[in-house]
């Protein structure tokens, strides 16, 4: 079947305009690794996925999931011990403050857990994002995405402008300036809260930022905006979905910012494809979200979430991915930075280990943001052979993400196929 | 480990109180087929998990997981063909004018989706539902659980008292005229809504109300409250999270009630176990939706979602699990009625194919509920072998739904146990 006819069949089955990557849509049919393949034996370097994170159909998650599910797989009202090394194990690697876990089937669950959490544990209701934010499609999660469309505007909601370095508020600041900057808009909207009577239960974010474009973040901020959250009452929650499991080349991006987040919402890599996502917190924290709502979830804290959870902590582990994401996405980004010197558009080239922001500009000086040379750096890198997409608050940002077990090889052939592209601007 | 140390660690590691069933849970080891198996060996007959709707572990579901996983699982917005296939082979089990679906990862994801679908549509908010609905634990599906608790109350959230004939409203009111009375309710919010001026959007419940406990409904309450909720503008919405894939002995409950709607949800049965859930709707709705809302679901819609999906489908069919689900569903009822007559506490005996409830109760007359009694029974079912639970507005209905591989031998020894269980009372 043509390309055409799985797009219009595609169209009468899930409806028009569901969401497709490229101009010219790709029809992927295996993967292994870093690499994709298409219905025609196409190879791809997949650069942009990070929900398989340890590599697409990994025969160690795959036999988990196998051995699993051929065993039981059932919810979670009876007694099971792997719900719980998997929980134990997956809390060793956090900060000792965050001791207990909630898990839920994906990032939208867990940050409803995480929000209703926050406003359990304060009595509060009014929660901080910030302006460019993306957390989760459901009705109340995603009244914390893209705060510029009026109608879903929630007095309980909300968001400041993106913390960033590039494209900063207030002419000529700088360090620890611009970060006063940034979290003087935090404490107007916690005092705005209170000049309208709505209890503050919150802030949450991305610890880098990612879907604002991976920016340049002010020094402290992250750390200080907990701070100043929680001297008012409330909990500074971080969304992991992006940031977690080594992605940076540290286990979390609140390590990353140096800080300590109260409740920590986490996703897309955690199960390696299979839906599984969680929330840590203190434990009293959860002890009295568990009391207030009762809440459970069908397919989460199964055997099987549990199972294949497992399995790819013990394949970052033991495959030294955190070390390797630290490794080649300090290479790459050596590399592009050289690039940037002959390459106008490259207006930035930012990130933590393989998560990568290049910040795409029609004019380095007056940094204009160029959305369209971005969709189309994109759509010839695919015609390369290459996956990567464009995204950020403009929409203007490439967004590198590989799975974890990219490597230096596959640095260098994208290196050569980037270089060739954008000179051939 | 005892179960007194798994339960310690449960508290530590996942918080104090999420939930368990029976006053000394069980450890679930192994499944397969209809049986659970603790970690002493002992063996239970499953009579309440709905989700392994093809039996635990069945192998060709098992198979399909590991082949797809091994092959190829990855995000939506790439064209693939299994997703394609199947939402057509779904559709095609669906009313003719349901011929679109979108796909989520649980159901109450899915009820996030058709609520969303149905006020984009309408441009309404106003949505009824049941007085003990439960249709989900999102802060927005959550609205429509359990009505008494004040704190929840929302005004674009309404309930009707569910429709019943055991503990009817109207006193010595019967067939139709009962079915008045309980749409003479809807009509009363959508009234109200008008007064306060929030717009319409429609109507959500299980076609059978599985939470409500599964009560005889109104001679055909359903077909006319949908009237009653189009001619308003609205949309009326079933959740066939636990009705739906042949649980009934029909493939979905808004069959069994004679009607169809306008948006169906659908749950824990889909992927027997993977996290899979979905909502069909006519065309028009789903692509007004996706323009409207750009919906995006990472692990949704995925090629392993589409694979363990449609095994489960072709196990259904290919093992005669709905015909199955008829007959012994059938025959346990019978059998139960017989069984009623000599004891007094089944105050009804009620359900459809596979999905059976008995109404507990402490006085026939009265029609007292007998909360207590229905746990007391169902924990020592449960030591006897079976695992059964209770559920329904009071918590007095014993809940009896098994995987739908339950045959007449399953249903004889249950019933000898059950019948030894009440005449020691």
Known sequence: MTNFHLLARRNLLL??????FYEKPVHIVRGEGVMLYDAEGRQYVDMYNNVPCVGHTHPRVV???TDQAGTLNVHSRYLHEGILDYAERLLLLHDDSLTCAVFACSGTEANEVALCMAREATGGRGIICTDSAYHGNSAEVGKLTRQDRPDRADPEIRSIPFPQCYRPMGDGLSGLELTELYLAEVTAQIEDFAAKDIPFAGMLVCPLLANEGLPGIPEEFMARAANVVRAAGG?????EVQSGFCRTGSWWGYEVMGFVPDIVSMGK????GLPLAGVVAGKELVDNYRKQTGYFNTFASSPLQAAVGMAVLEVIESEGLRENAADVGGY???ELKQLQAECEPMGDVRGYGLFIGLEWVSDRETRTSDREGAVRIANQLKDKGFLISNAGALGNVLKIRPPLVFQRTHADSFLTAFAETVRGL
Chains 1, 2 share one sequence.
């Open 15 to 20: 409806g028009e305009g569901t969401p497709l």
């Open 63 to 65: 036999q988990a999931m």
């Open 235 to 239: 909990l500074f929650i971080t969304d």
């Open 269 to 272: 890599p955690m199960g390696n």
């Open 332 to 334: 790459m980004r050596r």
